[in-house]
Protein backbone atom coordinates (compact mmCIF):
# COMPACT_ATOMS: atom_id res chain seq x y z
CA UNK A 1 0.00 0.00 0.00
CA UNK A 2 1.30 3.47 -0.58
CA UNK A 3 2.40 5.91 1.82
CA UNK A 4 -1.27 7.85 1.08
CA UNK A 5 -3.48 5.30 1.13
CA UNK A 6 -2.01 4.42 4.48
CA UNK A 7 -2.06 8.45 6.02
CA UNK A 8 -5.78 8.45 4.36
CA UNK A 9 -6.55 5.67 6.53
CA UNK A 10 -5.11 6.49 9.77
CA UNK A 11 -5.78 10.18 9.41
CA UNK A 12 -9.75 9.76 8.32
CA UNK A 13 -12.81 10.31 10.50
CA UNK A 14 -14.34 7.74 11.18
CA UNK A 15 -16.29 5.63 14.50
CA UNK A 16 -16.09 2.63 15.94
CA UNK A 17 -19.29 0.10 16.09
CA UNK A 18 -18.09 -2.90 17.27
CA UNK A 19 -15.54 -3.10 20.08
CA UNK A 20 -16.27 -4.92 23.54
CA UNK A 21 -14.38 -2.96 26.19
CA UNK A 22 -13.92 -5.95 28.25
CA UNK A 23 -11.42 -6.74 25.01
CA UNK A 24 -9.53 -4.25 25.27
CA UNK A 25 -7.69 -5.33 28.47
CA UNK A 26 -4.75 -5.45 27.03
CA UNK A 27 -2.45 -8.03 29.01
CA UNK A 28 -0.01 -5.02 31.12
CA UNK A 29 -3.03 -3.77 32.61
CA UNK A 30 -4.42 -6.91 33.27
CA UNK A 31 -1.39 -7.61 35.35
CA UNK A 32 -1.14 -4.23 37.21
CA UNK A 33 -5.00 -4.40 37.97
CA UNK A 34 -4.29 -8.09 39.87
CA UNK A 35 -1.99 -6.73 41.41
CA UNK A 36 -3.92 -3.80 42.60
CA UNK A 37 -7.08 -6.13 43.60
CA UNK A 38 -4.95 -8.87 44.86
CA UNK A 39 -6.18 -11.27 42.33
CA UNK A 40 -4.71 -14.84 41.66
CA UNK A 41 -4.10 -14.95 37.72
CA UNK A 42 -3.48 -18.60 35.98
CA UNK A 43 -0.43 -16.86 34.12
CA UNK A 44 3.00 -16.15 35.69
CA UNK A 45 4.04 -13.05 33.16
CA UNK A 46 2.61 -10.88 30.67
CA UNK A 47 4.39 -12.73 27.96
CA UNK A 48 3.28 -15.84 28.82
CA UNK A 49 -0.63 -14.57 28.90
CA UNK A 50 0.06 -13.05 25.43
CA UNK A 51 1.29 -16.47 24.21
CA UNK A 52 -1.59 -18.09 25.33
CA UNK A 53 -3.46 -15.53 22.59
CA UNK A 54 -3.71 -18.24 19.82
CA UNK A 55 -7.43 -19.33 19.76
CA UNK A 56 -9.01 -21.97 17.08
CA UNK A 57 -12.63 -21.12 17.63
CA UNK A 58 -14.74 -17.91 19.32
CA UNK A 59 -15.02 -20.43 22.40
CA UNK A 60 -11.28 -20.77 22.95
CA UNK A 61 -11.36 -17.13 23.05
CA UNK A 62 -14.06 -16.35 25.31
CA UNK A 63 -12.39 -18.70 27.90
CA UNK A 64 -9.88 -16.24 27.97
CA UNK A 65 -11.66 -13.18 27.67
CA UNK A 66 -13.58 -14.18 30.36
CA UNK A 67 -10.55 -14.54 32.83
CA UNK A 68 -9.14 -11.40 32.10
CA UNK A 69 -12.62 -9.68 33.25
CA UNK A 70 -11.87 -11.42 36.38
CA UNK A 71 -9.29 -8.63 37.69
CA UNK A 72 -12.12 -6.03 37.28
CA UNK A 73 -13.52 -4.90 40.43
CA UNK A 74 -14.01 -1.38 41.37
CA UNK A 75 -15.32 1.38 39.74
CA UNK A 76 -11.52 3.04 38.79
CA UNK A 77 -10.57 -0.41 37.13
CA UNK A 78 -13.62 0.08 34.80
CA UNK A 79 -12.41 3.76 34.36
CA UNK A 80 -9.09 2.99 33.50
CA UNK A 81 -9.91 -0.19 30.66
CA UNK A 82 -12.09 2.43 29.09
CA UNK A 83 -9.86 5.38 29.09
CA UNK A 84 -7.04 3.01 27.98
CA UNK A 85 -9.49 2.28 24.94
CA UNK A 86 -10.53 5.90 24.59
CA UNK A 87 -6.74 7.45 24.25
CA UNK A 88 -6.08 4.80 21.60
CA UNK A 89 -9.25 5.61 19.77
CA UNK A 90 -8.63 9.41 19.61
CA UNK A 91 -4.96 8.47 18.48
CA UNK A 92 -6.54 6.34 15.46
CA UNK A 93 -8.95 9.24 14.43
CA UNK A 94 -12.37 7.81 16.17
CA UNK A 95 -14.81 10.16 16.50
CA UNK A 96 -17.48 8.46 17.84
CA UNK A 97 -17.58 5.11 19.49
CA UNK A 98 -20.13 2.63 20.86
CA UNK A 99 -18.76 0.49 23.18
CA UNK A 100 -20.55 -2.97 24.20
CA UNK A 101 -20.12 -4.07 27.84
CA UNK A 102 -21.18 -7.46 29.29
CA UNK A 103 -22.32 -6.92 32.75
CA UNK A 104 -23.13 -10.61 33.34
CA UNK A 105 -19.86 -10.92 33.20
CA UNK A 106 -19.43 -8.94 36.31
CA UNK A 107 -22.39 -8.87 38.38
CA UNK A 108 -21.84 -13.17 38.76
CA UNK A 109 -18.62 -12.34 40.63
CA UNK A 110 -20.62 -10.21 42.61
CA UNK A 111 -19.72 -6.73 40.83
CA UNK A 112 -22.50 -4.31 41.17
CA UNK A 113 -24.01 -2.98 37.91
CA UNK A 114 -23.36 0.60 39.29
CA UNK A 115 -19.70 -0.42 39.72
CA UNK A 116 -19.28 -1.21 35.89
CA UNK A 117 -21.55 1.34 34.75
CA UNK A 118 -20.19 4.11 36.20
CA UNK A 119 -16.74 3.90 35.40
CA UNK A 120 -17.19 2.91 31.95
CA UNK A 121 -19.44 5.93 31.52
CA UNK A 122 -17.47 8.11 33.95
CA UNK A 123 -14.38 7.84 31.01
CA UNK A 124 -16.56 8.68 27.95
CA UNK A 125 -17.42 11.40 29.61
CA UNK A 126 -13.86 12.78 30.09
CA UNK A 127 -13.35 11.63 26.32
CA UNK A 128 -15.94 13.92 25.42
CA UNK A 129 -14.67 16.98 27.36
CA UNK A 130 -10.82 16.54 26.36
CA UNK A 131 -10.85 15.12 22.77
CA UNK A 132 -14.77 16.24 21.45
CA UNK A 133 -14.70 12.44 20.97
CA UNK A 134 -17.99 10.96 21.41
CA UNK A 135 -18.68 7.41 23.05
CA UNK A 136 -21.74 5.30 24.04
CA UNK A 137 -22.52 2.45 25.49
CA UNK A 138 -24.17 -0.54 24.62
CA UNK A 139 -25.27 -3.26 26.93
CA UNK A 140 -24.11 -6.94 25.68
CA UNK A 141 -26.53 -10.21 26.81
CA UNK A 142 -24.55 -13.11 27.62
CA UNK A 143 -26.53 -15.63 24.95
CA UNK A 144 -24.72 -19.04 26.61
CA UNK A 145 -26.86 -17.88 29.74
CA UNK A 146 -30.43 -18.12 30.29
CA UNK A 147 -33.40 -15.86 28.85
CA UNK A 148 -34.38 -14.93 32.70
CA UNK A 149 -30.86 -14.20 33.48
CA UNK A 150 -31.17 -11.56 30.85
CA UNK A 151 -34.65 -10.77 31.91
CA UNK A 152 -33.01 -9.62 35.75
CA UNK A 153 -30.11 -8.11 34.19
CA UNK A 154 -32.03 -5.64 31.90
CA UNK A 155 -33.95 -4.62 35.34
CA UNK A 156 -30.99 -4.11 36.72
CA UNK A 157 -29.86 -1.82 34.40
CA UNK A 158 -33.38 0.15 35.05
CA UNK A 159 -31.61 2.97 37.05
CA UNK A 160 -28.90 3.61 34.55
CA UNK A 161 -30.88 3.86 31.28
CA UNK A 162 -29.93 7.22 31.08
CA UNK A 163 -25.98 5.75 30.77
CA UNK A 164 -26.63 3.28 27.24
CA UNK A 165 -28.27 3.88 24.08
CA UNK A 166 -28.88 0.06 23.06
CA UNK A 167 -28.61 -3.52 24.09
CA UNK A 168 -26.79 -6.42 21.94
CA UNK A 169 -26.42 -10.01 21.81
CA UNK A 170 -22.87 -11.41 22.53
CA UNK A 171 -20.45 -14.59 23.64
CA UNK A 172 -20.66 -18.29 22.33
CA UNK A 173 -22.76 -18.34 18.96
CA UNK A 174 -23.61 -21.83 18.06
CA UNK A 175 -26.32 -22.93 19.72
CA UNK A 176 -27.68 -20.34 21.14
CA UNK A 177 -29.81 -18.93 18.03
CA UNK A 178 -31.30 -15.40 18.60
CA UNK A 179 -34.56 -16.20 19.02
CA UNK A 180 -33.91 -17.30 22.81
CA UNK A 181 -33.99 -13.69 23.79
CA UNK A 182 -36.75 -12.85 21.43
CA UNK A 183 -39.18 -11.47 24.40
CA UNK A 184 -36.09 -9.77 26.10
CA UNK A 185 -35.49 -7.75 23.04
CA UNK A 186 -39.22 -7.08 22.24
CA UNK A 187 -39.14 -5.42 25.74
CA UNK A 188 -35.77 -3.45 24.91
CA UNK A 189 -37.86 -2.39 21.74
CA UNK A 190 -40.53 -0.80 24.21
CA UNK A 191 -37.82 1.02 26.36
CA UNK A 192 -36.70 2.35 23.33
CA UNK A 193 -33.64 0.43 23.10
CA UNK A 194 -31.52 0.66 20.16
CA UNK A 195 -31.08 -3.00 18.91
CA UNK A 196 -28.15 -5.09 17.78
CA UNK A 197 -27.08 -8.72 17.46
CA UNK A 198 -23.81 -10.85 17.00
CA UNK A 199 -25.01 -12.80 14.35
CA UNK A 200 -23.21 -14.86 11.17
CA UNK A 201 -19.86 -14.86 12.89
CA UNK A 202 -19.81 -18.71 13.48
CA UNK A 203 -22.98 -19.35 13.18
CA UNK A 204 -25.35 -19.91 10.21
CA UNK A 205 -26.51 -17.14 7.68
CA UNK A 206 -30.37 -18.20 9.52
CA UNK A 207 -29.16 -16.52 12.70
CA UNK A 208 -28.86 -13.32 10.93
CA UNK A 209 -32.51 -13.88 9.31
CA UNK A 210 -33.96 -14.78 12.96
CA UNK A 211 -31.69 -11.60 14.53
CA UNK A 212 -33.68 -9.48 12.37
CA UNK A 213 -37.20 -10.92 12.02
CA UNK A 214 -37.44 -12.17 15.77
CA UNK A 215 -34.81 -9.71 17.34
CA UNK A 216 -35.78 -6.75 15.09
CA UNK A 217 -32.25 -5.57 15.42
CA UNK A 218 -31.19 -2.38 13.55
CA UNK A 219 -27.56 -3.96 12.98
CA UNK A 220 -25.69 -7.04 12.65
CA UNK A 221 -22.55 -7.57 14.55
CA UNK A 222 -19.94 -9.50 11.83
CA UNK A 223 -22.67 -10.71 9.25
CA UNK A 224 -19.32 -12.16 7.60
CA UNK A 225 -21.60 -15.26 6.46
CA UNK A 226 -24.41 -13.34 4.87
CA UNK A 227 -22.86 -13.80 1.56
CA UNK A 228 -24.10 -17.87 1.70
CA UNK A 229 -27.29 -16.88 1.19
CA UNK A 230 -28.16 -14.59 -1.68
CA UNK A 231 -31.18 -13.66 -1.13
CA UNK A 232 -30.30 -12.74 2.46
CA UNK A 233 -27.78 -10.66 0.70
CA UNK A 234 -30.17 -8.90 -1.04
CA UNK A 235 -32.26 -8.22 1.31
CA UNK A 236 -29.53 -6.62 3.95
CA UNK A 237 -28.83 -4.48 0.80
CA UNK A 238 -32.18 -3.46 0.39
CA UNK A 239 -32.73 -2.21 3.81
CA UNK A 240 -29.38 -0.90 4.48
CA UNK A 241 -29.37 -3.15 7.27
CA UNK A 242 -25.64 -2.19 8.30
CA UNK A 243 -22.82 -5.15 9.42
CA UNK A 244 -20.36 -3.99 11.67
CA UNK A 245 -17.07 -6.55 10.65
CA UNK A 246 -14.30 -6.98 12.50
CA UNK A 247 -11.11 -8.42 10.39
CA UNK A 248 -8.39 -8.85 12.88
CA UNK A 249 -10.83 -11.16 15.13
CA UNK A 250 -12.22 -12.83 12.05
CA UNK A 251 -8.62 -14.24 10.86
CA UNK A 252 -7.82 -14.86 14.79
CA UNK A 253 -10.90 -16.96 15.31
CA UNK A 254 -10.30 -18.99 12.01
CA UNK A 255 -13.77 -17.60 10.41
CA UNK A 256 -11.12 -16.88 7.40
CA UNK A 257 -7.86 -18.46 7.22
CA UNK A 258 -5.40 -15.32 6.13
CA UNK A 259 -6.27 -11.45 5.61
CA UNK A 260 -6.13 -12.28 1.66
CA UNK A 261 -9.17 -14.56 2.30
CA UNK A 262 -11.29 -12.23 4.02
CA UNK A 263 -14.57 -10.98 2.25
CA UNK A 264 -14.82 -7.50 3.03
CA UNK A 265 -14.39 -6.22 -0.56
CA UNK A 266 -16.76 -9.03 -1.39
CA UNK A 267 -19.65 -7.90 0.93
CA UNK A 268 -18.81 -4.13 -0.24
CA UNK A 269 -19.33 -5.09 -3.69
CA UNK A 270 -22.63 -6.68 -2.32
CA UNK A 271 -23.88 -2.95 -1.64
CA UNK A 272 -23.74 -4.19 1.83
CA UNK A 273 -23.43 -0.68 4.30
CA UNK A 274 -19.85 -2.73 5.91
CA UNK A 275 -17.91 -0.75 8.76
CA UNK A 276 -14.32 -2.03 10.01
CA UNK A 277 -14.27 -2.58 13.83
CA UNK A 278 -11.63 -4.00 16.23
CA UNK A 279 -13.89 -6.25 18.24
CA UNK A 280 -11.48 -7.25 21.33
CA UNK A 281 -8.37 -5.57 20.31
CA UNK A 282 -6.26 -6.27 22.75
CA UNK A 283 -6.86 -9.90 22.07
CA UNK A 284 -7.05 -10.15 18.35
CA UNK A 285 -3.40 -8.15 17.00
CA UNK A 286 -5.11 -4.00 16.46
CA UNK A 287 -7.21 -1.88 16.95
CA UNK A 288 -9.36 0.24 14.43
CA UNK A 289 -6.73 1.28 12.07
CA UNK A 290 -4.85 -1.90 12.25
CA UNK A 291 -7.80 -3.71 10.97
CA UNK A 292 -8.00 -0.88 8.23
CA UNK A 293 -4.48 -1.06 7.42
CA UNK A 294 -4.16 -5.28 7.37
CA UNK A 295 -7.91 -5.19 4.68
CA UNK A 296 -6.35 -2.44 2.30
CA UNK A 297 -2.58 -4.29 2.82
CA UNK A 298 -4.27 -7.77 1.76
CA UNK A 299 -7.02 -6.76 -0.66
CA UNK A 300 -7.46 -4.37 -3.91
CA UNK A 301 -9.02 -1.56 -2.15
CA UNK A 302 -8.28 1.91 -2.85
CA UNK A 303 -8.95 5.25 -1.49
CA UNK A 304 -12.56 5.31 -2.84
CA UNK A 305 -12.95 2.41 -0.42
CA UNK A 306 -11.93 3.91 2.73
CA UNK A 307 -14.50 6.93 1.42
CA UNK A 308 -17.30 4.64 1.74
CA UNK A 309 -16.27 2.80 4.95
CA UNK A 310 -15.64 6.06 6.89
CA UNK A 311 -19.06 7.12 6.02
CA UNK A 312 -20.95 4.15 6.55
CA UNK A 313 -19.00 4.17 9.77
CA UNK A 314 -21.21 7.10 10.74
CA UNK A 315 -24.44 6.72 8.31
CA UNK A 316 -24.70 3.26 10.88
CA UNK A 317 -23.92 4.62 13.92
CA UNK A 318 -26.62 6.04 16.88
CA UNK A 319 -25.95 9.67 16.74
CA UNK A 320 -28.33 12.15 16.12
CA UNK A 321 -29.15 13.14 13.18
CA UNK A 322 -27.71 16.91 13.82
CA UNK A 323 -24.16 14.79 14.78
CA UNK A 324 -24.84 12.42 12.24
CA UNK A 325 -24.30 15.63 9.48
CA UNK A 326 -21.63 16.81 10.85
CA UNK A 327 -19.57 14.02 10.95
CA UNK A 328 -20.44 13.08 7.50
CA UNK A 329 -19.04 16.71 6.97
CA UNK A 330 -15.70 16.08 8.43
CA UNK A 331 -15.47 12.90 6.14
CA UNK A 332 -16.40 15.50 2.87
CA UNK A 333 -14.16 17.59 4.09
CA UNK A 334 -11.19 15.32 4.91
CA UNK A 335 -11.50 13.78 1.73
CA UNK A 336 -12.48 16.82 -0.03
CA UNK A 337 -15.84 15.77 -1.51
N1 LIG B 1 -17.57 -11.24 23.20
C1 LIG B 1 -16.43 -10.57 22.99
N2 LIG B 1 -16.04 -10.71 21.73
C2 LIG B 1 -16.95 -11.49 21.11
C3 LIG B 1 -17.12 -11.99 19.78
N3 LIG B 1 -16.24 -11.73 18.81
N4 LIG B 1 -18.18 -12.76 19.52
C4 LIG B 1 -19.05 -13.05 20.48
N5 LIG B 1 -18.95 -12.60 21.72
C5 LIG B 1 -17.91 -11.81 22.04
ZN1 LIG C 1 -18.02 -8.81 19.02
Not at 90 to 113: C, I, K, M, W, Y
Not at 172 to 190: D, I, L, N, T
Not at 234 to 256: W, Y
Not at 260 to 283: C, E, Q, R
Request: glycine letters at 6%; charged letters at 30%; aromatic letters at 10%.
Amino acid sequence: MDAELRNVLQRMPKAELHMHIEGSLEPELIFALAERNGVKLNYASVEELRRAYAFKDLQSFLDIYYAGASVLLTEQDFYDMTWAYLQRAHDDNVRHAELFFDPQTHTERGVSFETVVNGIYRATQDARRKWDLSASLIMCFLRHLSEEDAFITLEMSLPYRDKFVGVGLDSSEKGHPPEKFARVFAQCKELGLHLVAHAGEEGPPEYIETALDLLQVERIDHGVRCLEDPELTKRLARDRVPLTVCPLSNIKLRVFDKAVDHNLLKLLDAGLVVTVNSDDPAYFGGYVNENFLQMFDALPLNKEHAYQLARNSFEASFVDSESRRKYLGEVDTFFGK
